[in-house]
């Protein structure tokens, strides 16, 4: 069925997912918000945020009469193919379109080149004038997303913290800048990209959060949680239309790629999903090793506060804050760091914050999703034992 030309906004939602292997909770989420913006876009529902504080906001007016749809477009070999769609399909999707590849990752400039193949093939072709596309956002994707949009003539709009839709149909981007320092807001309207932090859903606390929080409940410290979580929406039912694109052209060839050895021996907190940062209420070095361990058996990166620098604990390529890095894992750990203005500038405001500090008045509390009234020196052998027992069962 054609487009209406003369209806305002986007009439198609697309989640662009290039490696479903890579992140498929990520995958999933990012789903849901396109599923979530098409239903709003069709019945004027207004402020979307079943997710709680940490769901972009997404305001949109009604349009009537317009064919309003949900897609996605994978890139993945054929045995993700079944996980992927069944993934789709619970989300309620209208269409899943499947772009065959190898079972290795393949570069980013590379999947651009697929993308791009497929958005403008004569399957795809009549949406994109009128299509908003999302990617999960962290370096890869918003790389992608980049050039992919100077491919295929569409705007994008960087890393999202809210989407609003204007009685026309134009939409209204926010984001921020200078290191979270400023928020800008942009209007746009045609084929736009945007990268979202699709968050996981509620009920699927993260591995931090949950072992943490049983850590605490054992010992017996103070614990709280803060803006919480639903129930996640049934599945929808199974009325997923598949596609299959074999006819998108191969990619350009892999750039060859020479691995270095690192400088040190610890994951980099760039990119890094899961931050677990030492600051000044830990007293001494002692801990930094145990972080190192923790950060290590959850797949994350260890961060520290400018305190912590200054007294040698920790090198400055770790420190986070407004004279350091600008961090935007799913889940950030604090251990013994107060949660001054300065180091929470360098801590992505959707990341979900998780305080370790036997101070109870500690200002990091005030923005923590949840928090652990207790020494670290209680908590985190304990958390690391924890762990350990995990990894072995």
Request: proline residues 7%; contains cysteine; negative net charge.
């Amino acid at each position: 069925m054609p487009l209406m030309p003369d209806t305002p906004g986007p009439l198609s939602f697309l989640a662009l997912i290039p490696d479903y292997d890579a992140d498929p909770a990520a995958a999933r989420a990012l789903m849901g918000h396109v599923r979530q913006q098409a239903d709003a876009r069709r019945t004027d529902t207004r402020g979307i945020d079943s997710h709680g504080d940490d769901t972009q906001r997404i305001y949109v007016p009604e349009v009537k009469g317009s064919n309003i749809s949900a897609h996605v477009v994978f890139a993945c070999p054929p045995s993700a193919r079944a996980a992927a769609l069944a993934d789709a399909q619970a989300a309620g999707l209208d269409h899943a379109w499947f772009i065959p590849t190898p079972s290795v990752p393949l570069q980013t400039q590379q999947y651009v080149d697929l993308f791009a193949s497929a958005l403008q093939s004569d399957a795809l072709a009549g949406l994109l004038s009128s299509a908003l596309m999302l990617v999960d956002a962290q370096a890869d994707n918003e790389a992608f997303a980049g050039a992919l949009a100077a491919r295929v003539g569409a705007t994008p709009l960087g890393r999202c913290t809210e989407l609003e839709f204007d009685a026309q149909g134009a939409l209204r981007a926010t984001r921020s800048a200078y290191g979270n320092r400023l928020s800008v807001t942009v209007s746009s309207s045609g084929a736009m990209i945007a990268a979202l932090r699709a968050k996981s859903l509620p009920t699927a606390k993260s591995a931090a959060i949950t072992a943490v929080a049983a850590v605490a409940m054992e010992a017996g410290a103070g614990a709280g949680a803060g803006a919480g979580a639903g129930a996640a929406g049934a599945a929808r039912p199974d009325s997923t239309t598949v596609h299959t694109l074999d006819d998108v052209p191969p990619p350009r060839a892999a750039l060859s790629c020479t691995s270095l050895p690192r400088n040190e021996l610890h994951a980099g907190l760039d990119g890094a999903r899961i931050v677990i940062s030492g600051g000044r209420g830990m007293g001494n070095d002692q801990a930094f090793p145990m972080l190192y361990d923790i950060a290590a058996r959850l797949g994350g990166a260890v961060g520290a506060s400018l305190p912590a620098v200054d007294a040698g604990w920790a090198p400055v390529t770790r420190q986070v804050g407004i004279s350091g890095k600008y961090v935007s894992p799913d889940t950030y750990l604090a251990i013994g760091i107060s949660g001054t203005p300065q180091h929470l500038a360098g801590i992505d405001p959707h990341t979900r914050i998780v305080a370790v500090n036997k101070d109870p008045e500690a200002n990091i509390f005030n923005v923590a999703q949840a928090g652990v009234v207790a020494d670290w020196q209680a908590l985190l052998p304990a958390l690391l034992r924890a762990l350990e027992q995990s990894r072995n069962s």
